[in-house]
């Protein structure tokens, strides 16, 4: 069996109301998603991150069409020799949408994978569990949302089934943000995780700042409470508070996550396997991690890493998306996953269990 065709395929979706992080502002949502074919018949599935930016989907198509020289004819089941040919660094690599576009062929490779030999993602990965722990994220800034409508956002939350959530600060007066945890703790009562996440909008002693302030209210963990790259001040902010600090999401590749690792940034690391290379990455640096006895709660797409979160010893949670964030929520894939009593199982299926419903968005298709 050898590799056919790689195709990319790119959706973008407008929100009814931008919303707003500590740092940046989104209008739209939006998906990539790669195919990978045979000449024997199987078909993987492979999600990109949304590019966001307006060129986002023709850059990614660009990128995944120059890949396509080092995929062509390969055996779909060598992912680490693909990988290697594919990252070549002084062009295409280490940082950024190129290797953000790897991401995506690898993750569909894994899919590829799991379907040619009758396996779930999960248990080819090591099957360490059969469901996890997963958090509701949320609690952006909205024009006209104020601390009622945040609430009632929250509580919603927990009616799902959520026995964790996540908000956003950063974003107002740092007073005005520990009002918005103290009522978010009010609301969703003491038996809750509650995360926050400054998606790096911090200096180091605003951050620190911000956490002595809050420790009152059982803080889960503060999430990039400073810039991604400044991980003298994650230490910093780690040193100075006992709320636990995670950080990782923007992060690329092993060696990435072993410049945080030794910088003593974090104690959990939020890897993305959209953004960091791939699955095959993300189980180096899952390895990584528990040789250094660190947990691994992952960014992004909860499809993907409920997977990778059951396959390893130390993954600690799944970061879970519901229709206050994505407006295609339900909509995009045939099926998704259920918050049942504050876990989530991934598909016992052959592959990922992605089927992308190309009726439901083919109206939003611009690549």
């Known amino acids: 069996m050898r590799i056919a065709d790689v195709r990319y395929t790119g959706y973008q979706w407008p929100r009814t109301r931008p919303i707003r992080n500590g740092r940046y502002t989104y209008t739209s949502g939006g998906v990539g998603v790669v195919e990978i074919t045979t000449d024997d018949g199987p078909v993987g599935i492979g999600l990109a991150v949304d590019p966001i930016l307006p060129e986002g989907h023709r850059i990614n198509s660009a990128i995944i069409e120059a890949l396509r020289a080092h995929l062509i ?3 779909p089941l060598g992912h680490e020799r693909i990988w290697d040919d594919m990252w070549q660094p002084k062009l295409i690599g280490r940082r950024g949408l190129s290797t953000r576009a790897i991401s995506a062929v690898d993750i569909a490779l894994w899919d590829l994978k799991g379907k040619i030999l009758g396996q779930s993602v999960h248990k080819l990965l090591g099957g360490f569990r059969q469901r996890v722990p997963a958090y509701i994220a949320g609690g952006y800034y909205e024009e006209g949302k104020g601390l009622d409508e945040l609430a009632a ?5 927990v009616e799902l089934g959520a026995r964790a959530v996540k908000m956003k600060v950063g974003g107002l007066a740092v007073r005005d943000d520990v009002e918005r945890v103290r009522v978010v703790r009010d609301i969703v009562g003491e038996n809750i995780k509650l995360m926050v996440d ?13 956490a002595r302030r809050v420790e009152c209210y059982d803080i889960y963990w503060l999430e990039e409470p400073v810039a991604p ?6 230490a910093r902010v780690a040193q100075a508070t006992r709320i636990p600090i995670a950080t990782g999401e923007n992060e690329y590749t092993r060696y990435g996550f072993r410049d945080l690792i030794e910088h003593r940034s974090a104690a959990i690391l939020n890897a993305d396997a959209q953004v960091l290379g791939g699955i095959t990455e993300f189980m180096k640096v899952a390895a990584m ?3 250094h006895d660190l947990s691994i709660a992952p960014h992004g797409n909860q499809d993907i890493h409920v997977h990778l979160v059951c396959a390893i010893p130390n993954g600690l949670i799944v970061e ?5 964030v994505d407006p ?10 259920r918050l049942v009593d504050g876990h989530v199982a991934p598909p016992s299926g052959p592959g990922l269990g992605i089927e992308v419903d190309t009726d439901a968005v083919a109206a939003f298709r611009v690549s």
């Open 328 to 337: 295609m929520w339900g909509r995009f894939l045939k099926s998704h996953l």
């Open 198 to 210: 400054a998606n790096g909008a911090y200096r180091f002693y605003e951050a620190i700042d911000f």
């Open 153 to 157: 956002e929250m509580a919603a939350n």
């Open 229 to 234: 790259d400044d991980y003298d001040g994650h």
């Open 320 to 324: 879970y998306y519901r229709d206050s």
């Open 289 to 291: 991690s528990q040789a």
């Open 73 to 75: 004819g390969q055996d």
